[in-house]
């Protein structure tokens, strides 16, 4: 079993959808979670870290679920700019990715 | 804004070479660490660092070597270049406590021939 495993996608959505990423994590240690954006042959980008009470930012909201060991991503309202790979990571002495949930937002 | 500078963007060597991948980090970051990423699999770690003159292997350190003798600096060494080390090499950095994400280079991808 994969320490964090995404759905590979690729999701495709209409402008203004709301789209939903899951991720699952192995390691019930694991203490800091996050939600990193790349872009076609670009580097990963922090997006947003994740708390355990959940967080918001914008358009963008992340749960965890430590019983579940379970980490979501919703974005709402979505634009053309959000299409990129969403990487899931979690970090215990190291980080783990994710091999990342691709989208892509159409017209 | 942390920046995190990596030697090449391109790089196209042989069979057999060894080669040096270098990158910098400008924030006074203890860790640094190296990634390759194949498409499917994700980021792997090579290996890390979180002190100068100090190294560890990550998951897939085979063929690689490191070497960090400034804080700054974290180089990748392929000792022998294969083919099977086509790749994009990514580095990144982070404070030393645990809860802080990583920041990444612009990345180099290596082909070998």
């Known amino acids: 079993r994969k320490e964090v495993e995404q759905d590979p996608g690729p999701f495709n959505v209409p402008e203004g959808a709301t789209v939903a990423f899951n991720c699952t994590y192995s390691?019930?240690?694991?203490?800091?979670f996050f939600w990193y954006r790349q872009d076609c042959r670009k580097e990963p980008k922090l997006l947003m870290s994740?708390?355990?009470s959940g967080n918001e930012d914008g358009r963008f909201t992340a749960q965890l679920n430590r019983a579940s060991q379970y980490i979501s991503l919703l974005i709402r309202d979505s634009k053309l700019s959000d299409s990129a790979t969403y990487l899931c990571v979690v970090r215990l002495n190291d980080m783990r990715f994710g091999a990342g949930t691709r989208l892509t937002v159409k017209p | 804004d942390v920046k995190v500078t990596q030697s090449s963007r391109y790089l196209v060597k042989r069979t057999g070479e060894k080669v040096f991948l270098e990158c910098v980090q400008d924030m006074d970051h203890e860790n640094m660490f190296w990634y390759r990423q194949d498409p499917g699999l994700g980021l792997r770690l090579i290996y890390f660092s979180y002190d100068v003159k100090m190294k560890e292997k990550g998951d897939i350190p085979e063929g690689y070597s490191v070497s960090r003798e400034k804080k700054e600096r974290f180089s990748l060494i392929l000792e022998s270049a294969s083919t099977n080390q086509t790749s994009m090499y990514l580095c990144?950095?982070?404070?030393?406590?645990?809860?802080?994400?990583?920041?990444f280079g612009d990345g180099t991808r290596l082909s070998i021939l």
């Open positions: 990144a950095s982070s404070p030393y406590q645990g809860n802080q994400p990583q920041h």
């Open positions: 390691n019930s240690a694991s203490q800091s």
């Open positions: 994740v708390y355990s």
